[in-house]
């Protein structure tokens, strides 16, 4: 079964609207998520890094006020996309960080934005 | 930071044939390096990793080789089949902690039945 679970699998939005999109860890304590972004026919590119009860890590051209990360607790990561615009349609995905390097990826929220 | 390299960006071989797909990397201090396979509209889902401290890891069909004089490592498939069509992303890591993945630019590969 899914370690991760990411909500929701595909959004469609206005653009100007926000949008959260949740990554719940289901077996372990989910001390650190990455969210990543992967545009049409590319790779994945590291946004940020959430660690539990502290500010995210952004990655460099990743604006931390258009994309706000709340990681308060042990379970439960949530990235907010603020005020959409249809250069931020994309795939977004979370990965529960564990030792040694092990990552369980969600599912991916399909973000398009009208 | 890491950065990661990989080739080629399609493949299209035989059923039956053998794939291989390499990639480079640029960080001495990576360690950590693992292939995904994902399918469209899917999350990547791990399928071989090899860490430093082994030259080449083998899984069934699925072999990964290393060589960190050069920075490089690739994966190859054997006896391919049309549903190892997907597209295929190297990643580098360090070994240390909870770090984040470096991802390759991806590989899509076709296996024509």
């Known amino acids: 079964g899914a370690v991760v679970s990411q909500h929701p699998s595909w959004v469609i939005c206005k653009s100007g609207t926000s949008v959260k999109i949740e990554c719940r860890s289901l077996d372990f304590q989910a001390t650190t998520m990455f969210w990543y972004r992967q545009f049409p026919k590319q790779s994945l590119m590291l946004m940020a890094t959430s660690n539990e009860g502290s500010k995210a890590t952004y990655e460099q051209g990743v604006e931390k006020d258009k994309f706000l990360i709340n990681h308060a607790s042990l379970t439960l990561s949530t990235l907010t996309v603020t005020s959409a615009h249809p250069e931020d349609s994309s795939f977004y995905i979370c990965?529960?960080?564990?030792?040694?390097?092990?990552?369980?990826f969600g599912a991916g929220t399909r973000l398009s934005v009208l | 930071g890491e950065n990661v390299e990989q080739h080629p960006s399609t493949l299209s071989v035989q059923e039956g044939d053998s794939a291989v797909i390499k990639c480079t990397y640029s960080?001495?201090?990576?360690?950590?390096f693992p292939w995904y396979k994902q399918e469209l509209g899917k999350r990547p889902q791990l399928i071989i990793d090899?860490?430093?401290?082994?030259g080449e890891k083998k899984d069934q069909r699925i072999a990964v080789t290393l060589n960190k004089t050069a920075k490089h490592f690739s994966l190859h498939i054997t006896e391919t089949q049309p549903e190892d069509s997907a597209v295929y992303f190297c990643a580098a890591s360090m070994n240390t902690g909870r770090r984040a993945l470096t991802f390759g630019s991806g590989t899509r590969l076709q296996v024509q039945p």
């Open positions: 960080d001495s201090a990576s360690n950590y």
């Open positions: 090899i860490r430093s401290n082994v």
């Open positions: 990965s529960l960080g564990l030792a040694k390097n092990i990552q369980y």
